[in-house]
């Protein structure tokens, strides 16, 4: 079955570390989306690719990076700058001419202890 | 800030229930107003999606009642289900492009059996 797959779904890091979270899609799909989900607030996006070795920052890309070499494949980094990096993330994804439906992984869960 | 202001927070309604989110929104070039539903742990994914040349788009037990007037849409569930219980987003954008997408805060229902 097509779908995307994140990884690792829970991950726990020490301040100061950086993480790295896996998304990997095999829906063809061109377009893929990293987005922050916190208790109580709507989807927030970090990062987009619409192709391959491009990528445009969201409304919050401070303290993280993404990479897109490959179609499948948009990794995200949480990098030490962030300031508040325990969240729900979503690794997302949209079929060619971005007609608005997002197709969602099942997330990561990161805990900063 | 585009805003998309969603209420109530959270929802319990009894089965065979309406149950009703509203979502209002400021800007007037928005032309593309999806909901999302998430079960606990997973991602979300599309329920049901209308453009402002509608009133009203109906799925099954879910409709989506929009007053351009008003910048107000809502998302009405007919016969309400236990496993209708999750968390609903309502969102909009521009040009009906994903990566324009904002988001509102969610609304947790329950409902009970």
């Known amino acids: 079955d097509g779908g995307i797959t994140q990884s690792p779904k829970y991950l726990f890091r020490k301040e100061g570390q950086n993480v790295t979270l896996s998304c990997e899609q095999n829906l063809n799909h061109d377009a893929m989306y990293w987005y922050r989900q916190d208790p109580g607030q709507g989807l927030r996006l970090i990062y987009y690719s619409q192709i391959v070795n491009d990528f445009q920052k969201g409304d919050i890309a401070e303290g993280y990076s993404v990479s897109r070499e490959k179609k499948e494949s948009f990794p995200l980094t949480v990098t030490s700058a962030q300031k508040n990096p325990t969240a729900f993330y979503l690794c997302?994804?949209?079929?060619?001419?971005?007609?608005?439906?997002?197709?969602f992984g099942e997330g990561s869960r990161l805990t900063v202890l | 800030q585009q805003q998309v202001k969603q209420s109530p927070q959270s929802l319990i309604v009894q089965k065979g229930g309406i149950s009703i989110i509203n979502c209002a929104y400021e800007?007037?070039?928005?032309?593309?107003f999806p909901w999302y539903q998430q079960f606990p742990g997973k991602g979300p994914a599309l329920l049901i999606a209308?453009?402002?040349?509608?009133s009203e788009k109906k799925e099954g037990r879910f409709t989506i009642s929009f007053n351009k007037s008003a910048k107000q849409f809502s998302l009405h569930i007919m016969d309400s289900q236990p496993g209708d219980s999750a968390t609903y987003f309502c969102a909009a954008s521009r040009l009906g492009s994903a990566r324009q997408l904002t988001f509102g805060s969610g609304t947790q229902l329950t409902v009970l059996p």
């Open positions: 997302a994804s949209t079929r060619r001419g971005d007609t608005g439906e997002l197709f």
């Open positions: 800007n007037t070039a928005f032309d593309y």
């Open positions: 209308i453009r402002p040349d509608v």
